[in-house]
């Protein structure tokens, strides 16, 4: 069974007070790593997909990584902005076809940066 | 681009009560999905459509819960009858294609309150 975790469940930061996100894994295949924000009453808003081991993507403030089995966001200077859920979720590999491929989410890690 | 479009965005039933929800996906996305959120979780996939078929509804309650995608466009999802456990949000989400490189994007949800 597909698994994903996320630490910490809260963090509390303050502005420019760079930090990362933790996200392991547990997949029998990994077809993609994606990570989302969440804002409170609203549904996740897309910000990287990731594939292969060793792999990088920036957007703004951050930057998200992967391993074989956990993946880093990493936020630089962050701003009160940036407040929200991160959500970190795998899409399998399905080896038996069929075209299945929806998430499997971790629980988010709830992030405050205070100004 | 106009993005995922769900309602109602509240409703609020009594246990045993039938209760419908409804999406229409990003203009020529084949792929949707309806997850289930309940608070302080991560998104959980009930069922995946790719255009009118049934992909993957391997996580749907069936004895209660009935989806149906008519046209390959809108989707309807339907409790029936509703528990107290079924309170949560649920995120309704589609994307270009199934499968690697195309991202899901999510809708603002229903949040369901079962009383």
């Known amino acids: 069974e597909d698994q994903v975790t996320q630490s910490p469940e809260a963090l509390r930061l303050q502005e420019g007070e760079s930090s990362s996100l933790n996200c392991s894994y547990t997949v029998s295949g990994l077809r993609g790593l994606f990570w989302y924000r969440q804002d409170p009453g609203k549904g996740p808003e897309f910000l990287f997909t990731l594939y292969s081991a060793g792999e990088e993507k920036e957007k703004e403030r951050l930057k998200a990584t992967l391993t074989k089995k956990e993946s880093f966001l990493h936020i630089t200077a962050p701003k009160p902005e940036d407040s929200a859920t991160y959500l970190c979720?795998?899409?399998?590999?399905?080896?038996?076809?069929?075209?299945?491929?929806?998430?499997?989410f971790g629980k988010g890690t709830h992030l405050i940066i205070q100004p | 681009e106009a993005g995922v479009a769900q309602s109602p965005r509240y409703k609020i039933i009594e246990k045993r009560q039938s209760v419908a929800f409804w999406c229409n996906p990003i203009?020529?996305?084949?792929?949707l999905y309806w997850y289930q959120q309940i608070l302080g979780q991560g998104p959980k996939l009930l069922i995946q459509f790719q255009n009118n078929g049934v992909v993957d509804d391997s996580q749907l309650p069936k004895d209660r819960f009935s989806a149906e995608r008519l046209k390959g466009v809108d989707s309807t999802l339907k409790i029936q009858p509703a528990k107290l456990e079924d309170s949560a949000v649920y995120l309704c989400a589609s994307s270009l294609v199934g499968g690697q490189g195309y991202e899901q994007y999510f809708g603002p949800g229903t949040r369901l309150t079962v009383t």
């Open positions: 979720a795998v899409q399998p590999f399905m080896y038996s076809g069929g075209g299945a491929d929806g998430l499997t």
């Open positions: 203009s020529g996305h084949a792929t």
